[in-house]
């Protein structure tokens, strides 16, 4: 039975089509009127890449006395020499190996000490005056002392890396702790965080900065000890190298170290700062 009374014009129904609704834009950031521009994929070679051309046009053009600092081509053929001898890789293997144990030594010492005395009023009491002495003695004043406590060693070289890693660890990591908003602390305690979880949701998040800051100063101060170790009391590394090669005035294998060094110590620092961008990619700065 029909619902409509006989006559009655029933209007069709009208399908609506459905409108296309165009994709969303993504978002561009504003430009900022005031910060340092969109960064450049390999703008950090540019300081590096400049002082090579420098270094090249001197040379080229005999501004530069080669027997005060060879050219440029000096040290690629030079290294190419001592790679085919098979020197180069064994000594840099050897002084790899030194600066990562004693590098991992010292973040590990480093880190631990920061805990222990950013978290606890004690820990700070005892550890803190400690670590601020060592802070004002050279590394160099340590070698005597270490050679009459720790032989003249692989002991006494990693040794003195560690302890020159782990003075720029504690402080970053511990003025970071230090300076954790107190409102987080009274927000973990209203929410009943458990002591790990405490740990895990505002301490470590508010001493990775730090932490990394630490790391960069950390890794460039193992390759300066290491130079420190290797030319003073060594049979074998870079530092030994370069020193062996002062004994004969061999300008282009000194060369050769010297940028070994400056390579490995950039980078490491490279590797380093992007390890920062991954780990602190919600953080947004000036330099993002």
């Known amino acids: ?41 390999y703008g950090a070679l540019l300081g590096p890449g ?8 001197l040379s080229a053009t005999g501004w530069l006395d080669p027997r005060i600092l060879p050219a440029p081509w000096t040290a690629v053929t030079t290294g190419v020499d001592l790679i085919q001898e098979g020197r180069l890789q064994q000594h840099l ?4 190996a030194r600066a990562m144990t004693g590098l991992s030594f010292g973040i590990t010492i480093g880190a631990a000490l920061a805990l222990l005395s950013g978290l606890s009023l004690l820990g700070g009491y005892v ?109 074998s590394g870079i530092g030994y190298m370069v020193t062996l090669a002062r004994n004969y005035a061999q300008t282009d294998v000194m060369l050769v170290g010297l940028v070994v060094y400056a390579l490995l110590g950039f980078g490491s620092d490279a590797l380093v700062r992007q390890l920062e961008r991954r780990l602190l990619s919600w953080r947004r700065t000036l330099g993002r």
């Open 127 to 235: 550890i803190d005056g400690l670590v601020q002495i060592k802070r004002g003695v050279p590394i160099l004043a340590l070698i005597p002392f270490m050679i009459l406590w720790l032989g003249i060693g692989e002991t006494m070289k990693i040794t003195l890396i560690a302890t020159a890693v782990f003075i720029p660890v504690y402080i970053n990591t511990h003025n970071a702790l230090r300076a954790i908003d107190i409102r987080h602390v009274e927000l973990a305690e209203t929410v009943r965080l458990s002591r790990w979880q405490f740990l895990r949701h505002v301490v470590v998040p508010g001493a990775l900065p730090g932490f990394l800051t630490g790391l960069r100063f950390g890794v460039t101060s193992s390759w300066l000890a290491l130079v420190v170790v290797e030319q003073l009391n060594a049979t």
């Open 50 to 57: 400049l002082l090579l051309l420098y270094w090249c046009v």
């Open 1 to 41: 039975m029909n619902a409509f009374p006989q006559g009655l014009h029933v209007p069709p129904l009208r399908v609506e089509t459905p409108v296309a609704v165009p994709a969303a834009q993504p978002r561009r950031a504003p430009k900022q009127r005031l910060g340092p521009g969109t960064a450049a994929p």
């Open 93 to 96: 293997a050897v002084s790899a």
